[in-house]
């Protein structure tokens, strides 16, 4: 015999009341799963929007901003990893079929650049540790 259970929402408690996971709706028709730490932190997230995108999220254990970011939405696939101050890595493919790389310093300022075009021509920038404007100073 086969049950089934209908709910907008389902939580996941510990023996002490605390929430673990929920599996629910966010707003009209965001449906998300996110898990938590035993101190209810939220650590890790996995949702989709009512356009179809999807994205995965995985907290810091401090419960700060999503250090890795696995996301696809209307103009390609996306990962971002993020140090807990402001240095990340950012991974992307366009729709399109340019893909590439950006790399910051531990300030947040864009240092390297590799892109792929759709056709293969490829582009190397790297910026020094002088240089904020990211204007594309030691391209090659």
């Given at each position: 015999m086969t049950q089934i259970v209908e709910a907008e929402e389902f939580r996941l408690l510990d023996s002490d009341g605390r929430l673990r996971a929920r599996l629910g709706l966010d707003g009209s028709a965001c449906?998300?799963?996110s898990l938590h730490t035993a101190q209810g932190t939220l650590q890790v997230?996995?949702?989709t929007d009512d356009q179809g995108h999807s994205a995965l999220q995985i907290q810091d254990t401090a419960g700060g901003s999503?250090?890795?970011d696995i996301s696809v939405d209307a103009i390609g696939c996306h990962v971002?990893?993020?140090s807990p101050a402001k240095q990340q890595s950012y991974l992307f493919?366009?729709?399109?079929?340019a893909t590439g790389l950006v790399l910051t310093d531990a300030s947040g300022v864009r240092r390297a650049q590799f892109m792929l075009s759709p056709e293969g021509r490829a582009e190397v920038s790297v910026w020094g540790a002088a240089e904020t404007t990211g204007e594309g100073s030691g391209s090659t």
């Amino acid at each position: 015999m086969t049950q089934i259970v209908e709910a907008e929402e389902f939580r996941l408690l510990d023996s002490d009341g605390r929430l673990r996971a929920r599996l629910g709706l966010d707003g009209s028709a965001c449906v998300s799963l996110s898990l938590h730490t035993a101190q209810g932190t939220l650590q890790v997230r996995l949702h989709t929007d009512d356009q179809g995108h999807s994205a995965l999220q995985i907290q810091d254990t401090a419960g700060g901003s999503p250090r890795v970011d696995i996301s696809v939405d209307a103009i390609g696939c996306h990962v971002l990893l993020a140090s807990p101050a402001k240095q990340q890595s950012y991974l992307f493919l366009k729709d399109t079929g340019a893909t590439g790389l950006v790399l910051t310093d531990a300030s947040g300022v864009r240092r390297a650049q590799f892109m792929l075009s759709p056709e293969g021509r490829a582009e190397v920038s790297v910026w020094g540790a002088a240089e904020t404007t990211g204007e594309g100073s030691g391209s090659t």
